[in-house]
């Protein structure tokens, strides 16, 4: 994601009570950076603003109370692979035991997060450093470092390739590695900011949105080659994107006009704008309920249902000062928010679907 100073919002007040913590903490791979995290405070409460959401648990997180940035679940380990972009540093959550594994350390302004688990692979973009880390997901390591660019943001694993794709932001291109031998393979000239670069998987096709043209760039992973390009009608400043492979479509965050774009795959057109919360930002979306999360910087959560091919409105409401990252649990439909300063300090906001 683009911005790293985000308009800060007055803290929301929620009540809480205390639960003592019932599950041990499991003990860190041998290099991993061990946490002593307090008890979580447990929640049973209906989510500030218009939200089908329920407030679960606010655990707390290492690291200081500074930006937090992308996430990236694995649903084969149940871990959460966090980005706290202020401290430098990767928070692995297991989602199953609620409880802090581990941080992975010496990540410079990280931004993008993707787990692979096929790989046994976590990846990491480190603006502060131009590059990207390779990180083992067993003893949560860094194994290998490479250049990617100027602004390394999103990431995506090219399967059938084998190959990272790193979105270069101040660079207008995206970086293409090797995933076997961990070196760059090419970089690919978009002619605009890059922002986020997913793979789309029923097409084996790899999609960016660029800033200033405000299209949606087709790279084929075979070839390495922009072999379409397409306008994002009524989108300005469009940064992130999510793709729905199975139902074929795509949403871009657009923000500097606050909308969302949704593209259809199939017909490759833009089929509706619809309006978000100020700057947004992260987009997750749980494929069983077929529901869409857009956060945004100003805190504003927009929820989505996924219906005849577009998107209904269900949900709209100030959530939390910078809840501007958002990870789903498809398994137990829970959504996770790293916030970076709640009464003091650092914590994951978990919560869940109230209306399903």
Do not use: W
């Not at 297991?94 to 410079?108: H, I, M, P, R």
């Not at 096929?118 to 480190?126: I, K, N």
């Amino acid at each position: 994601m683009r911005r790293e100073n985000a308009t800060s919002i007055s803290a929301l007040a929620l009540s809480v009570l205390l639960l003592a913590c019932a599950t041990s903490h499991t003990q860190p791979p041998a290099n991993a950076q061990p946490n002593q995290p307090a008890p979580a405070e447990s929640k049973s409460e209906v989510a500030p603003g218009n939200l089908p959401l329920r407030v679960l648990a606010d655990v707390p997180l290492s690291g200081g109370t500074a930006r937090f940035d992308y996430q990236s679940f694995d649903s084969n380990s149940g871990r959460l692979y966090i980005a706290h972009l202020g401290s430098d540093l990767m928070t692995v959550f297991d989602v199953n035991k609620q409880v802090v594994v581990g941080d992975v350390k010496d990540l410079k302004r990280v931004h993008g997060v993707l787990a692979v688990p096929e790989l046994h692979r976590v990846y990491a973009s480190a603006t502060g450093t131009n590059e990207l880390a390779v990180i083992d997901d067993q003893s949560l390591s860094i194994v290998a470092r490479v250049p990617a660019g100027d602004y390394p943001d999103g990431i995506a694993y090219a399967s059938k390739v084998n190959k990272i794709y790193v979105s270069d932001l101040h660079g207008k291109t995206d970086t293409v590695i090797d995933a076997k031998t961990n070196q760059r393979v090419t970089t690919i000239a978009l002619g605009g900011g890059a922002g986020n670069s997913p793979y789309d998987s029923a097409g084996d096709r790899i999609f960016v949105t660029v800033d200033g043209r405000e299209e949606l760039a087709e790279i084929d992973p075979n070839s390495d080659q922009v072999v379409a390009r397409y306008p994002l009608t009524g989108c300005k400043g469009s940064h992130g994107l999510l793709i729905d492979s199975e139902h074929r479509l795509a949403f871009a965050a657009c923000e500097e006009n606050s909308k969302l774009v949704v593209f259809d795959l199939q017909t490759k057109k833009a089929t509706s704008t619809l309006a978000v919360g100020a700057d947004p930002d992260v987009l997750a979306f749980d494929a069983a309920l077929q529901r869409l999360y857009v956060s945004a910087e100003s805190g504003v959560i927009t929820i989505f249902d996924e219906r005849d091919r577009g998107l209904q409105k269900v949900g709209e409401g100030l959530f939390a000062p910078n809840a501007h990252s958002v990870a789903v649990d498809p398994n137990t439909h829970r959504v996770y928010f790293p916030l970076q300063n709640i009464n003091g300090k650092p914590v994951l906001r978990i919560a869940v679907p109230s209306d399903k």
